[in-house]
């Protein structure tokens, strides 16, 4: 925290080397470190200052996924650092306690950078989410896990070139979590809060423990749920996170697992898009002697859902082929719309082709209406900022717009698959 209240954070953008597999070191990046960045963590009402050092001979950019800010402060393709430089955004944080997180977003190489670790965590917490009941000692009962897919060639070299052929971009064949290979969680509590994000380019993962054992749904992208919802599966595309919260008792062993899962293409295109593959993502075990409650509370402290008002604007984007949206491809000066400051509207998200694609929009949160016809499942009736659309199907989501005007800088909508991003299946709108 500086002189004036705010608190500040300094990152670096540089190169390093990571040893994922031992005994073989790779170059990768990482903000103040090798590989991934801080978990930076902020309480609704701070003022947030941050200052972001480019030590990589290329330009970078730091965006602030799922963050409610002006545009100007967004870190996306318009606010480019160049090599040596140094950009520090400002801005209140005013939404509630959620799991949002920052990765690299430069024009057409956000993959690429994500993909060699320029990403993190960052925890927003507020008045009611300490008190809430669910686990919250960071890094005891309360475990972040960034999920990410890579491919290593033999030598172990983080390989940014081979791609498995999928349209959706690359997929890889061994798993990183937290940028550690084969990992494991010694869990000294009776309940667990795992806070999973999917910092992967392209991968759906369809998580679930082993033995199948059920586990609690407590927030999803932006925000807590208004309750516990047990589920035993939880499918996550990249960008969406979603906090599980898991009971395990003394001595026990259990995988969380991805598991194979339908994206909606039919049997050929859902196989070239990963989801015929299955994965151990992190081993939980448990000490003899466990600590803390053993019950979650019936009620969550959830933010309100966002109401649609009567004669709401509607507006319908169509997701076509990997490098369009409503036909057009990303032009870094085409404002494709703009929007009243603190207007809702309605959004219809139409995924026409056979391929999965992932919506997302910057500078707010929104709630999910409908999904391929019917009523969301309670775990996506949270506050959320990404949106995995199947193959095929269609969404309508209600979006409560910030009231930070800007004419001249946009914020960026777009397919979070990395490479239908970089590609051009993204467009921006203004807030005047
Ligand atoms: Cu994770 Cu344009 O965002
Ligand atoms: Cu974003
Ligand atoms: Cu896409």
Known sequence: TDRSGRRVFDLTAATGATEFLSGNPTDTWGVNGSYLGPTLRARTGDRVRVHVTNHLDEPTTLHWHGMHLPAAM???PHQPIAPGATWSPEWTVTQPAATLWYHAHPAGRTLEQVYRGLAGLFLIDDRVSATSGLPHRYGVDDIPLIVQDKNFTGDGQLDTGRTRFSPI???GDEILVNGTHDPYLPVTTRLVRLRLLNASAARTYDFGFTDNRPFAAVASDAGLLPAPYELRRLRLAPSERA?????VSPDDHVVLRS???GLGGGALPDRFAGADDSFDILRLQAAS?????????????APAPVIPPAGADRRVFTFNHASRINGHAYAPHRIDFSVAPGATEIWELRNGSDNPHVFHVHGVSFTVLSLAGSRPPPHLTGRKDSLLLPAGTAAVIVVRFGTHAD????YMFHCHLMAHEDHGMMGQYTVT
């Open 74 to 76: 967004d870190g996306g």
């Open 407 to 410: 004419p001249e800088r946009p």
């Open 259 to 261: 598991h194979p899962t």
């Open 169 to 171: 971009g690359p997929l």
């Open 243 to 247: 906090e599980i919260v898991v009971a």
């Open 289 to 301: 002697r466990l600590t803390g409650p053993t019950a979650l509370p019936e009620q969550l402290p």
